[in-house]
């Protein structure tokens, strides 16, 4: 008999060590508060505008020129504009001219429909190369004047020129698209999630990229991760010390346009595995199995030896 409960107390401690293998290697420990992915977002936008600079005019017999700087201003990219009591005709009553340009984000090569109305004395739509692409011209005495053309344009980032000029008397001119949005290039929106959201050393950290650019165009990621550069859109890396890391993503889309967001985020020193683990996850039930298999094996000893002792019949329990 006592070979048979020798042999079940080393079953129960077998049992036990097996069980507790079992729950070291088919659960993962769940760390309190690593909850699911961690959203980061910024958000910019932007619009062209014409930069456009005055100038005294001259007449040369062949054309309107430019010459000596009155001063500078700025325009939405399609207007209705009087000068006649603006901030600088004001002060400089006839014989005036200015020169501006725009940039254009044009997304499909194609015709692009201009106006130029109101036009006194006159004006000029100029390409990027400085070729004329129509001009609205009134003389003395047919003011005011419009033109309109359709203008074929190339896909890509360019520029277009408008020039103004005007001789004596009131002073008008008003620019129109058909489709304004060649005018607009908002910068993408960097978003992006990394996961585990609290992290401890050995982690491999998923970084995923959520950016979106409004205006549809296509887009490049780059990544600084704790001092480490990743052009990927979801990269992943393993911080192998504790402290902070600052992580910074920079989104450009096709025409330059650029947006960078940047976190910090800390690097905890790992835990013992299951230790102060006692929630529902996975941690949890590994805690508690474990607990349960200490119990049956320290069970199962006491057991033993009690009836070891009542069968041999040994000195009796002091009490």
């Avoid at 401690?13 to 992915?37: C, D, E, W, Y």
């Avoid at 990394?194 to 959520?210: A, K, M, Q, R």
Wanted: proline share 5%; charged share 15%; glycine share 14%.
């Amino acid at each position: 008999m006592r070979g048979g409960r020798i042999r079940y107390v080393v079953a129960v401690m077998v049992i036990g060590t097996v069980l507790l293998s079992l729950s070291a290697g088919a659960f993962k420990v769940a760390i309190p508060g690593r909850a699911g992915p961690r959203l980061v977002t910024d958000a910019t936008g932007g619009e062209s505008k014409w930069q456009g600079t005055w100038y005294t005019l001259v007449d040369t017999g062949s054309g309107p020129s430019c010459t000596g700087v009155l001063g500078t201003e700025q325009w939405p990219a399609t207007f209705a504009k009087d000068w006649n009591t603006g901030p600088v005709f004001a002060t400089y009553s006839d014989n005036l001219c200015f020169g501006a340009t725009i940039t254009v984000y044009v997304r499909q090569s194609g015709a692009y429909h201009f106006d130029l109305k109101n036009v006194d004395d006159g004006a000029r739509l100029f390409d990027a190369n400085g070729n004329v692409l129509f001009e609205a011209s009134c003389g003395s005495f047919n003011c005011p004047v419009q033109s309109g053309k359709d203008v074929n344009l190339a896909q890509g980032k360019s520029e277009l020129g408008l020039q103004f000029w005007q001789y004596a008397g009131k002073a008008s001119v008003s620019f129109l698209a058909t489709d304004a949005s060649i005018f607009r290039n908002a910068p993408p929106i960097v978003s992006f999630t990394y996961s585990p959201s609290t992290i401890y050393v050995g982690d491999s950290v998923s970084f995923s990229d959520n950016s979106v650019d409004p205006d549809g165009d296509a887009m490049n990621h780059q990544w600084t991760i704790g001092g480490v550069s990743d052009s990927q859109s979801g990269p992943t890396h393993t911080f192998g010390t504790a402290g902070s890391y600052p992580i910074t993503e920079t989104v450009t889309d096709e025409f330059g346009a650029t947006s960078t967001k940047s976190v910090t985020i800390s690097v905890l020193e790992a835990p013992l595995a299951g230790v102060g683990s006692t929630g529902s996850g996975s941690g949890g039930v590994a805690f508690y199995l474990i607990a349960a298999v200490a119990a049956i094996a320290v069970f199962g000893v006491t057991v033993g030896v009690v009836l070891g002792r009542k069968g041999k019949g040994g000195p009796p329990l002091v009490r």
